[in-house]
């Protein structure tokens, strides 16, 4: 079991919806990750916020916006994506920013793009 | 830039024999290392970790790693695999001192367990 909740496991979406992603952590971790990962590539890094500000944008186009309403939540929030940003998207945590600090995955939401 | 190689790609061991998957990274100091293990459908467990001390570091499920600072390797070993262990495994790095830094993964090995 992951102390990382994604939802939903899976969406479908068409290019002119509007969807968002949730996240949830309990463990009072104060960073949490967004990571887009295609098939057997390793994770790419999104965003990363600490203490619920965004810190790291890793010039990801604005069709993706990230929200983190509070320490334990983060959004990411979907806009007229491209058949490209099909790929897993994975949550992560971890108590601090700092290169020493694991971070904790959750299992991803499979997004398909129409 | 520091960088992180994973050698092979695919790596096939017959269920019970030894296993030993390879990392190597590049970086002028010792870094923060990981090892994390992605089942299909699912996100990433972190395995183990290195940060400092004993080189040989034990994790979850039998995994160990051993730290060698002078091949700048990161290998990852158990002695005995299950067919419960195939999975795709990635190791990472983290940079110390400098603040926040992004993991650095590797491309991943994705091993194969046969009966």
Same mark, same amino acid.
């Given at each position: 079991?992951?102390?990382?909740? &994604?939802?939903?496991? *899976?969406?479908? =979406?068409?290019?002119?919806?509007? /969807?968002?992603? $949730?996240?949830? &952590?309990?463990?009072? *971790?104060?960073? =949490?990750?967004?990571?887009?990962? /295609?098939?057997? $590539?390793?994770?790419?890094?999104?965003?990363?916020?600490?203490?619920?500000?965004?810190?790291?944008?890793?010039?990801?186009?604005?069709?993706?916006?990230?929200?983190?309403?509070?320490?334990?939540?983060?959004?990411?929030?979907?806009?007229?994506?491209?058949?490209?940003?099909?790929?897993?998207?994975?949550?992560?945590?971890?108590?601090?920013?700092?290169?020493?600090?694991?971070?904790?995955?959750?299992?991803?939401?499979?997004?398909?793009?129409? | 830039?520091?960088?992180?190689?994973?050698?092979?790609?695919?790596?096939?061991?017959?269920?019970?024999?030894?296993?030993?998957?390879?990392?190597?990274?590049?970086?002028?100091?010792?870094?923060?290392?990981?090892?994390?293990?992605?089942?299909?459908?699912?996100?990433?467990?972190?395995?183990?970790?290195?940060?400092?001390?004993?080189?040989?570091?034990?994790?979850?499920?039998?995994?160990?790693?051993?730290?060698?600072?002078?091949?700048?390797?990161?290998?990852?070993?158990?002695?005995?695999?299950?067919?419960?262990?195939?999975?795709?495994?990635?190791?990472?790095?983290?940079?110390?001192?400098?603040?926040?830094?992004?993991?650095?993964?590797?491309?991943?090995?994705?091993?194969?367990?046969?009966?």
């Amino acid at each position: 079991d992951t102390e990382v909740t &994604q939802t939903p496991k *899976h969406l479908v =979406m068409g290019m002119t919806n509007k /969807k968002s992603l $949730k996240c949830e &952590q309990h463990m009072g *971790h104060r960073a =949490m990750y967004w990571y887009k990962q /295609k098939a057997k $590539k390793p994770p790419e890094l999104m965003f990363v916020y600490s203490y619920e500000k965004l810190s790291i944008n890793e010039s990801v186009p604005s069709r993706f916006s990230p929200e983190c309403p509070n320490s334990s939540l983060l959004n990411l929030h979907l806009h007229a994506l491209q058949p490209e940003d099909s790929a897993l998207y994975l949550c992560a945590s971890s108590q601090a920013t700092g290169g020493n600090q694991p971070q904790h995955f959750g299992d991803g939401t499979r997004l398909s793009i129409l | 830039a520091q960088s992180v190689t994973q050698p092979d790609i695919h790596i096939t061991v017959s269920e019970g024999a030894s296993l030993e998957l390879r990392c190597n990274y590049s970086y002028g100091a010792t870094p923060y290392l990981f090892w994390y293990v992605q089942s299909p459908g699912q996100g990433l467990q972190l395995l183990l970790k290195y940060f400092s001390g004993d080189t040989l570091v034990q994790g979850i499920k039998g995994f160990e790693a051993e730290f060698k600072r002078s091949q700048s390797s990161f290998n990852l070993r158990k002695p005995s695999v299950h067919w419960s262990d195939a999975a795709e495994y990635f190791c990472a790095v983290g940079r110390p001192n400098t603040g926040f830094q992004k993991l650095v993964f590797g491309t991943g090995t994705r091993l194969l367990v046969s009966p």
